[in-house]
């Protein structure tokens, strides 16, 4: 695996207004340390004052610690606990103390109400906090709340750190990959675009490579029996190509994502297709976006981040045959046919997400490229096989033509059901899909790529859409909630 996500430090500062006893919320804080156990700094400062902020926001910087609660352990100081938003550049969330112990004399901190100033003065100085459901409760209860906040500050910090390099340019209409990267910028997201032919002049470089044997073993292994093991020189030369470029052009950057063109040029010049490599860098935890996909490529990434785990992107793609639902699906699974489709790319899912995963070629590059060869040749590299069934969540950040940022999230399922297909594909399942895709995935013109996280994880990923400032979060709605462009007689 790379070290391609943080390993986020968490810490917890309490704050106490001035007419409360401070021993209240120190005593407090310890209570939430002790619960959670190993892994959160306690920062020994309590913020009464401005200056307390202060000191206090060096304190955890110094410490290390990348990402903040602000612990309310009774009504709170508005303006100190506040500016600590101001002064510390991580993803921070604010708590409060629930009357946990019965003392409503002197043992009252009134949080609940503190919590209410604390979120206007947040708005008054135009900061984004996270604040969960329900914010405020005992030790345990919050506990529970930071742990929620932690893959929300991986996701969050990891893209601070992010660089997105690409090799393109996106191939010729294609339009729907093509989106503004202005906004890439507003989230602190950095870009590399690099042409095809950087990519071909380094690849040329790396021939007779001394890793190259390694990595073909590796990969064999990864693969057992193949019919194609004469191309995996080929992808070895390109493996140790990105990992060169990555690790040399990371600069200042500690993550990387690649967004790199893919057909039809690439099998020509570099006599094979990439989608086994891309698949084996995001199944590492490099996400490689296909097509010049760069937000497809953050999108991974940020899947990547919430998940721990491997993800893969898809094409929205076909639907599924009437045939197969009723012979596999009709009265197994509680979907429609219109609840469910295929999604398909050639070849750039990770072993671990497919059953039986084997080497292909890509089938439909091989009509185009090289139609008059009984075997295929430079069309081979595609990792082939069926998505392995389970929970998944299908989600995209995406920049419109005006450069502002939306994004959906559908939770769903990969059904246990033959594809009798090729490429990466699965069926997919997703309640109300019909209705989503309509006034959802073309009401708003997203494109036909979606990133796919393997487990349920639309609450994380709203909250994190919500933190870096999306205003329009798309979800597939049940059919009790119409969407605003539904027609209401149809």
Not at 298 to 318: A, M, Q, R, W
Not at 447 to 465: Q, W
């Amino acid at each position: 695996m790379f070290e391609n996500i943080p390993n986020v430090k968490l810490g917890i500062i309490a704050v106490s207004r001035g007419c409360f006893p401070a021993s209240l919320a120190e005593r407090r804080r310890s209570a939430i340390v002790a619960a959670y156990g190993e892994g959160i700094y306690e920062c020994p400062v309590t913020v009464t004052t401005e200056i307390d902020a202060c000191n206090a926001v060096k304190d955890v910087k110094a410490a290390g610690v990348d990402a903040l609660v602000v612990f309310l352990g009774n009504f709170g100081p508005e303006t100190p606990e506040t500016l600590i938003r101001d002064w510390f550049d991580g993803p921070i969330m604010y708590v409060g103390a629930a009357e946990g112990d019965g003392d409503l004399f002197d043992g009252r901190g009134d949080a609940y109400c503190g919590m209410l100033n604390c979120s206007y003065n947040l708005g008054l100085r135009n900061k984004v906090a996270y604040i969960p459901e329900i914010p405020v409760g005992t030790a345990a209860e919050l506990v529970e709340c930071i742990k929620d906040f932690i893959p929300i500050a991986t996701a969050i910090v990891g893209l601070k750190g992010l660089k997105i390099i690409t090799f393109g340019p996106r191939p010729d209409d294609f339009l729907a990959c093509n989106a503004p990267i202005k906004a890439l910028y507003d989230l602190g997201v950095a870009v590399e675009e690099n042409s095809e032919l950087d990519l071909l002049v380094a690849y040329n470089k790396h021939k007779d490579d001394p890793r190259i044997p390694a990595v073909m073993e590796d990969m064999r292994a990864e693969l057992g029996e193949t019919k194609y093991a004469g191309i995996l020189p080929r992808l070895a030369q390109y493996e140790v190509t990105l990992i060169d470029w990555m690790e040399e052009h990371k600069g200042t950057r500690k993550y990387v994502a690649f967004a790199n063109k893919c057909w039809p040029a690439f099998q020509t010049e570099f006599g094979f297709v990439p989608c086994y490599v891309n698949s084996r860098f995001t199944g590492r935890g490099v996400p490689i976006s296909c097509e010049v996909d760069i937000y497809g490529a953050l999108s991974e990434y940020i899947g990547l981040c919430v998940s721990g785990k491997p993800v893969t992107l898809l094409d929205i793609n076909n639907t599924v045959p009437a045939k197969a639902y009723d012979e596999a699906i009709k009265g197994t699974y509680d979907y429609r046919l219109t609840e469910t489709f295929m999604g398909f790319h050639c070849g750039n899912t990770c072993t671990k997400l497919l059953k039986k995963p084997t080497m292909g070629y890509q089938l439909i590059m091989k009509r185009d490229l090289e139609p008059e060869l009984p075997e295929p040749d430079i069309t081979r590299g595609t990792m082939e096989g069926d998505i392995i069934a389970g929970d998944i969540t299908f989600f995209r950040l995406q920049s419109g033509a005006d450069t502002s940022l939306r994004a959906y999230i559908a939770e769903g399922e990969v059904l246990d059901v033959p594809t009798n297909s090729f490429g990466s594909i699965g069926i997919f399942a997703i309640p109300e899909m019909d209705r989503f895709y309509r006034h959802v995935l073309i009401e708003k013109r997203y494109p036909h790529h979606g990133a796919v996280a393997f487990g349920k994880y639309g609450k994380v990923l709203f909250e994190v859409f919500k933190y870096l400032g999306i205003a329009d979060i798309a979800y597939n709605q049940p059919a009790s909630l119409p969407y605003p462009t539904e027609n209401p007689f149809a």
